[in-house]
């Protein structure tokens, strides 16, 4: 578990400082500290690091230790390698604390995967707030614009708009997700978890055929919760779809019996 906002408000009283304190010493903006204590948001690695330096603990013991306790674990005197799998998901805000929904293009997709973490790139994507019922405050939220035909009847380039998913034990099984994963980058499936520690990813598109992947090569999970597309369909459109699909199945059958 990490324990990095926790931490922070308390050593940052321990040493009788204000988020205004702690702000300068680090040299980044007060309402960053806000951010970083509420969750809302989480520091670059270098940051990180200076306060571990000003508090005067491992950047091991700041994240995974819960320090308020009396009885603190001893997780920073483990191996790296046998510690839990630390994923901090950086997010943008206002100078008000406000959290903006960050924007992933398709011509930002590759910097995504070595940029999620980073601050900076992240503050460097479009970024929008949203004040609609359906996007609830205290929830992330993220956009990544897909490309391809796989998931039919939501065209390429279309905008899907995702709510943070912590964990795997989250993934509900059929539901569309947007997966950053180390091996296939950004997809947009259906996913279902399977044995063995792998999740089979489905297109809605039956051309396409599923595919698994190792959980432990996931980066972050989002659970699709709509989509914007400025391509409008024409009126045989579905049906040409319901067409399409029908045949593919025809030729999966087909295959099965000459098999």
Known sequence: MIYLKENMRYLRKQKKMTQGDLADKLDIKRSLI??????????????IKQMADLFEVSVDTLLAVDLSSEEPTAISQQPIASQPDLKLLSIVVTPDNDERIAIVPIKASAGYLTGRADQGYMEQLPNFSMP?????????????????DSMLPVPSGSYIFCDYVESVSGIREGKPYVLITADEGIVYKRV????????????????????????????????AIGFLTFELPEPDAMNVQKLGSLVAKLQQEVSKLQG
């Open 34 to 47: 806000g951010s970083y204590e509420e969750g809302r948001g989480v520091p670059k690695l270098s940051v």
């Open 192 to 223: 279902y978890p399977q044995a063995e520690n792998q999740l089979l990813l489905k297109s809605d598109n039956p051309e396409y055929e599923p595919y698994s992947v190792a959980m432990s090569s996931l980066f972050e999970i989002w659970k």
């Open 132 to 148: 609609v019922s359906e996007l609830n405050k205290g929830k992330t939220y993220r956009v990544f614009q897909i490309k391809g």
